[in-house]
């Protein structure tokens, strides 16, 4: 059974850090398309950052240059480092995992980070 669960998410004043994880488990996480969404309450659910097996990434224009997603494959964890935080940076984070065509079959439970102005 596929298992992913985020960790790190909080309270953090505008322009603080948070560094969030994802540990996996029950997948072949080494050949797999790993992502970091966010949603808020009452709103679709937006890519944040994406990274392939072989670690090439992409961004979302929102947070390019302030956040960073990697991946290691042998502890099979995928981080968001996440610099220079802003108030409309507030959501759950969510984890994902998927595959090379883009799709996302497996989620986690979400951790929520809060940014006060």
């Known amino acids: 059974q596929v298992q992913l669960v985020e960790s790190g998410g909080g309270l953090v004043h505008a322009g603080g850090s948070l560094r969030l994880s994802c540990a996996a488990s029950?997948?072949?996480?080494?050949?797999?398309?790993m992502a970091w969404y966010r949603q808020a309450p009452g709103k679709q659910r937006e890519l944040v950052a994406d990274?392939?097996?072989?670690?090439?990434?992409h961004s979302a224009d929102s947070v390019k240059g302030r956040f960073t997603i990697s991946r290691d494959n042998v502890e099979k964890t995928v981080y968001l480092q996440m610099s220079s935080l802003k108030p409309e940076d507030t959501d759950i984070y969510y984890c994902?995992?998927?595959?090379?065509?883009?799709?996302?079959?497996?989620w986690g439970q979400g951790t929520q980070v809060t940014v006060s102005s």
């Open positions: 994902a995992a998927g595959w090379s065509d883009g799709s996302y079959e497996y």
């Open positions: 029950g997948t072949i996480f080494r050949i797999q398309l």
């Open positions: 990274i392939t097996p072989v670690g090439r990434t």
